[in-house]
T-cell receptor
Framework: KAGVTQTPRYLIKTRGQQVTLSCSPI?????VSWYQQTPGQGLQFLFE???????NKGNFPGRFSGRQFSNSRSEMNVSTLELGDSALYLC?????????????FGPGTRLTVL | AQSVTQPDIHITVSEGASLELRCNYS??????LFWYVQSPGQGLQLLLK????DTLVQGIKGFEAEFKRSQSSFNLRKPSVHWSDAAEYFC???????????WGAGTKLIIKP
């Protein structure tokens, strides 16, 4: 079974631009969660999608948004990029996104904002 | 406020020595507990998890963790580390019905030859 895939793996953007990251979950997984990982802040939860609906949301500004498609693939968008958005963005999928469902992580997308 | 603390940012251990990584949480009830490992350039991999039952949990790669309710801790242990264990280790906890993982800051494990 293929793992969680994220594209692109690396991205360089400039301030003010917008970016879209993609995540394909493991086949059969309906929940996709997004995290931002930075050296200073660690792992921060962005949001979770389940069956095309945002089910949970972390404390990030509205510039960060996402969506999930009917095939469970998810995209995350960041508008008006800031230098502080430079981070590793991780996507995780699970079967149903409840407490005892293991989350499987993708390798991440490394975003650099110049 | 609910929080997860990994008090050691870095730990250096000689190859073959034993290892214990600490994790404490702040929560009134029993949470769901996880340890993940992140190798350089890799995503996060689940080592083990605790939901209920036996408080000593066995995981992959020879790791184990013990849940101690009285100390609000879930420390990760390995009797003998290998150079390939060099990585960053994260403790994560689910503490409410939102089922959101709350993460510790991570502990970077360095292995001395």
């Amino acid at each position: 079974k293929a793992g969680v895939t994220q594209t692109p793996r690396y991205l360089i953007k400039t301030r003010g631009q917008q970016v879209t990251l993609s995540c394909s979950p493991i086949s059969g997984h309906r929940s996709v969660s997004w995290y931002q990982q930075t050296p200073g802040q660690g792992l921060q939860f962005l949001f979770e999608y389940f069956s095309e609906t945002q089910r949970n949301k972390g404390n990030f500004p509205g510039r960060f948004s996402g969506r999930q498609f009917s095939n469970s693939r998810s995209e995350m968008n960041v508008s008006t990029l800031e230098l502080g958005d430079s981070a590793l963005y991780l996507c995780a999928s699970s079967v149903a996104g409840t407490s005892n469902n293991e989350q499987f992580f993708g390798p991440g997308t490394r975003l650099t904002v110049l | 406020a609910q929080s997860v603390t990994q008090p050691d940012i870095h730990i250096t251990v000689s190859e073959g020595a034993s290892l214990e990584l600490r994790c404490n949480y702040s929560y009134g009830a029993t949470p769901y507990l996880f340890w993940y490992v992140q190798s350089p350039g890799q995503g996060l991999q689940l080592l083990l998890k605790y939901f209920s039952g036996d408080t000593l949990v066995q995981g992959i790669k020879g790791f184990e963790a013990e849940f101690k309710r009285s100390q609000s801790s879930f420390n990760l242990r390995k009797p003998s580390v290998h150079w390939s264990d060099a990585a960053e280790y994260f403790c994560a906890v689910i503490m409410d019905s939102n089922y959101q993982l709350i993460w510790g800051a991570g502990t970077k494990l360095i292995i001395k030859p």
